[in-house]
């Protein structure tokens, strides 16, 4: 099992719509979660971190963490065309060590 | 925020040649990151390059085939050599926020192709 499992997509959602995005991990020891966007032919940029249980709210943006069951999500309202990208969860241990998704390509159909 | 500009954008080269790829930043840092994103993959981190030390390698990668220099607080560079076509892929340098940890600012990347 890898340690970060993320459903590459691509996830078609029409203007407007609730977007989710998640991912599964194995490693308990991970106490820090992130979520970046990566535009086509760019790198990756940061859109939210968190480090507890719960939701984390950000404009259109949600972040929610469960440890228990060992899952976070992305929520993105209100869908615009300009959000179409790769979303790539990351999570981070003790020993900084950095584990990526492999990214959910998400397209917003205007 | 960090600025990072990345050369070459892409290249295109011939099984069992080297090819230097090069990040530059707009401010100096202590540690910068190679990653490399392979299609269908993750992000995969490839080796921490440090200022004044030898760079520190993930498992996986060794320093004959990914050698990389580091010659200053604001630049470093990363070959892939005796390439292959499995060596396709976007390499990518990255430095992290000193104030946010959880914050690495990413390069365009360097995308590479290999016949």
């Known amino acids: 099992q890898k340690e970060v499992e993320q459903d590459p997509g691509p996830l078609s959602v029409p203007e407007g719509a609730i977007v989710s995005l998640n991912c599964t991990y194995s490693n308990s020891a991970f106490q820090y979660f992130m979520w970046y966007r990566q535009y086509s032919r760019k790198g990756p940029e940061l859109l939210m971190y968190?480090?507890?249980?719960g939701n984390k709210e950000d404009g259109r943006f949600t972040a929610q963490v469960d440890k228990s069951s060992k899952y976070i999500s992305l929520f993105i309202r209100d869908s615009q065309p300009s959000d179409s990208a790769t979303y790539l969860c990351a999570m981070r241990s003790r020993d900084d060590k950095i584990i990526f998704g492999k990214g959910t390509r998400l397209h917003i159909l205007p | 925020s960090a600025v990072i500009s990345q050369k070459p954008s892409r290249d295109i080269c011939q099984r069992g040649t080297s090819l230097t790829i090069q990040c530059q930043v707009d401010s100096q840092v202590t540690m910068m990151f190679w990653y490399r994103q392979q299609p269908g993959q993750s992000l995969t981190l490839i080796a921490t390059a440090n200022q004044g030390s030898e760079a520190t390698y993930e498992s996986g990668f060794v320093i004959d085939k990914f050698p990389i220099s580091r010659p200053n607080l604001t630049f470093s560079t990363l070959t892939v050599s005796n390439m292959s076509p499995e060596d396709s892929s976007i390499y990518l340098c990255?430095?992290?926020?000193?104030?946010?940890?959880?914050?690495?600012?990413f390069g365009p990347g360097t995308r590479l192709t290999v016949l």
């Open positions: 968190t480090y507890s249980s």
């Open positions: 990255s430095v992290p926020d000193g104030l946010i940890l959880n914050e690495q600012f």
